[in-house]
């Protein structure tokens, strides 16, 4: 079993930055990647940006050049630096991750990006 707690969601201008953080615990050793996932009220939960345990990471194209994902292997973390929000990017932001067994997520953490 793997427990993933994120933090770090907020309201933000358009235009601005915030930084998301995922906290993994249980069965660390087992997890074959990491990642970010987001879903917006009315629509199907979209991936954002992944990273293998191997360090190769994969985007949206609706984030690219905007967002950063990162890993903090000592501490068993995941990072989502997000940059250039744009309303449009508003949603609900669940922390993932997985093993050969299966898919687990965090609670998700509420990103709002208004004037």
């Known amino acids: 079993q793997v427990q993933l707690v994120e933090s770090g969601g907020g309201l933000v201008q358009p235009g601005g930055s915030l930084r998301l953080s995922c906290a993994a615990s249980g069965s660390i050793s087992s997890i074959a990647a990491m990642g970010w996932y987001r879903q917006a009220l009315g629509k199907q939960r979209e991936m954002v940006a992944t990273?293998?345990?191997?360090?190769?990471?994969n985007y949206a194209d609706s984030v690219k050049g905007r967002f950063t994902i990162s890993r903090d292997n000592a501490k068993n973390m995941v990072f989502l630096q997000m940059n250039s929000l744009k309303p449009e990017d508003t949603a609900v932001y669940y922390c993932?991750?997985?093993?050969?067994?299966?898919?687990?997520w965090g609670q998700g953490t509420q990103v709002t990006v208004s004037s």
């Open positions: 993932w991750c997985k093993n050969v067994l299966r898919n687990y």
């Open positions: 990273m293998t345990s191997g360090s190769s990471t």
